[in-house]
């Protein structure tokens, strides 16, 4: 038999378009709102993720609904 032929390498990703902060989160979850059309979202998490959804509070007030975790 022969040898498997390699899959296609993967698309790459620019470093930037990986967040690494909380505001580079708050700055994601923006774009993610802003594409979708949604003026306000009741966000959850845990435990990482209720972290984030109360820092997106402190971010952007208005945008936050409410808060499960």
Do not use: F, K, N
């Not at 967040?19 to 993610?32: C, E, F, K, M």
């Not at 009741?42 to 952007?60: T, V």
């Amino acid at each position: 038999m022969g040898a498997r032929p390699r899959p296609p390498p993967r698309a790459r990703r620019p470093a930037t378009a990986t967040p690494r902060t909380v505001a580079d989160l708050a700055g994601w979850l923006d774009a993610l709102l802003d594409g979708l059309g949604i003026r306000a979202a009741a966000l959850g998490g845990h435990p990482y993720g209720a972290w984030i959804a109360l820092s997106y509070a402190l971010h952007a007030p208005d945008r936050y609904a409410a808060c499960s975790s």
